[in-house]
């Protein structure tokens, strides 16, 4: 796996179980688009695949749905016009700039709540905190207002 770093050090060791378990879902949202790298939209669907824990209520709440993020994402994907998707293995997870930068606002996110790993409700607080044309792009077909949002989850996990 290629991914999020803090300088050069890879920050692998500080996620969760539950984590991985995300990661390896976005990674195969992202193969089910033909698309080599992980994007920040394939992260977020793979929040929205989870049955359990802490942020899947918080999503569902919100009336947030994995059919309908699936159907905006493939309609991006469309769309885009630049994504190379030729490159990458079924081994190797390789992260797109916006996505390793994601990452590392989540450990950021973990940090600043006092925790030494990253969950993957961290990772939902960056999503919502990460500057990407992709991911406001998403935000405004789903109908959801990041700030107000984020700072709804930050409350409810805090």
Known sequence: MTGPRTGSALLY???TK?????LMNAHAEAETLGRYDVGCE????????ETRGLYTNILTSAGLTLEETR??????????????????????IIFSRDA??????????????GVDQIEPEHILLA?????SKSLAYLWSQLRVNRLKFKEHVFKLIS
Not at 42 to 49: E, G, M, T
Not at 71 to 92: H, L
């Open 13 to 15: 060791d500080r996620f």
């Open 18 to 22: 539950n984590t991985i378990r995300i």
């Open 42 to 49: 394939q992260l977020f669907i793979a929040l929205l695949k």
């Open 71 to 92: 159907r905006v994402v493939a309609e991006m994907s469309e769309i885009d016009t630049t994504v190379d998707r030729t490159r990458g293995t079924a081994t190797q």
């Open 100 to 113: 390793e930068k994601c990452l590392e606002l989540a450990w950021g996110e973990a940090q600043r709540l």
């Open 127 to 131: 999503l919502l905190a990460t500057d």
